[in-house]
């Protein structure tokens, strides 16, 4: 089994930045690929960023590339969404989740385990 704790959201002013964490616990963590993933009210939800296991490879969405980094500690069990330059489209609840097939995966179906997500509000 696998526990995932979000800690970081919060209300912030466009253009400002947040860092959400993600620690990990149940698990060699340092094994698998993680990801972010962001639902807006009434939205699905969509692919943010995700890292491997070593975090020598990344992957973004197009709205977030040049904005956000996806940066992991494995030592400390924990992946961290850096996010700058926020937008007030960036408002959403924010998950991390843990994609248990040691790929990189970029779809919410590829990944087995969430946290309870985390709110960030960019205000205009």
């Known amino acids: 089994q696998v526990q995932l704790v979000e800690s970081g959201g919060g209300l912030v002013q466009a253009g400002g930045s947040l860092r959400l964490s993600c620690a990990a616990s149940?698990?060699?963590?340092?094994?698998?690929?993680m990801g972010w993933f962001r639902q807006a009210p009434g939205k699905e939800r969509d692919f943010v960023a995700a890292i491997n296991w070593s975090g020598g490879i990344a992957y973004y969405a197009g709205y977030v590339k040049g904005r956000f980094t996806i940066p992991r500690d494995n030592a400390k069990r924990t992946v961290y969404l850096q996010m700058n330059s926020l937008k007030p489209e960036d408002t959403a609840v924010y998950y991390c989740?843990?994609?248990?097939?040691?790929?990189?995966?970029?779809?919410?179906?590829?990944?087995?385990?969430w946290g309870q997500g985390t709110q960030v509000t960019v205000s205009s």
């Open positions: 149940g698990r060699t963590f340092s094994w698998y690929a």
């Open positions: 989740a843990l994609d248990p097939r040691l790929g990189l995966g970029r779809t919410a179906t590829e990944y087995d385990y």
